[in-house]
């Protein structure tokens, strides 16, 4: 009788450990991504006076390195897609005395693909590509991050121009393409 349940109780015990339940679930997390294309100018407002130091006796007004702030974006794509930042005037009636070139470097900060300096770009009517290549990535907070805008002003004609503030408005996108 020993042996019987001896036997009977080996037998349960390993019938429970060979059949005992195993209770599992699991969870799907999906994370949905959006399409997000998020621009700001650190800057919203440029000045800049033209002193008489800077101006050569005979010839025409060139300023250049006149700092813009920077840009600063976050921007979340298809696969395979890229986006752009383009800048125009909004005001071109002074285009016809001077010439405005604006440069914005590629950011130093930032994760991801926060895109390519066009390089030195002419400001016109139509919107021209500053930042190109822009996939998805953010370029940060910081007053430093961002891409860093930087302004040239050639005056070659006298005329409009006079003595008081000229105030111009450069518009940034960032769009598709």
């Excluded at 822009?134 to 805008?149: C, K, N, Q, R, Y």
Aim: hydrophobic share 45%; aromatic share 6%; glycine share 10%.
């Amino acid at each position: 009788m020993r042996k019987t349940l001896l036997s009977a109780v080996f037998v349960t015990c390993l019938v429970m450990i060979v059949f005992s339940a195993q209770n599992t679930a699991s969870q799907e997390l999906r994370i949905i991504v959006e399409s997000v294309a998020l621009l700001d100018v650190s800057n919203s407002s440029v000045s800049f006076e033209i002193p008489q130091e800077m101006i050569v006796p005979g010839s025409a007004i060139f300023l250049q390195n006149i700092e813009g702030g920077h840009l600063k974006y976050t921007s979340l794509t298809e696969a395979g897609s890229l986006r752009k930042i383009t800048a125009s005037l909004s005001d071109f009636s002074l285009l016809e005395v001077l010439e405005i070139g604006i440069t914005v470097s590629a950011p130093d900060s930032g994760r991801g693909r926060v895109g390519v300096s066009s390089g030195r770009v002419l400001l016109t009517a139509d919107p021209q590509p500053v930042v190109e290549g822009i996939g998805s990535g953010w370029t940060g907070t910081e007053d430093a991050d961002g891409a860093m805008v930087v302004y040239d002003i050639n005056m070659f004609s006298a005329e409009m121009l006079v003595d008081g503030v000229v105030n111009l408005e450069v518009l940034f996108t960032l769009t598709e393409g």
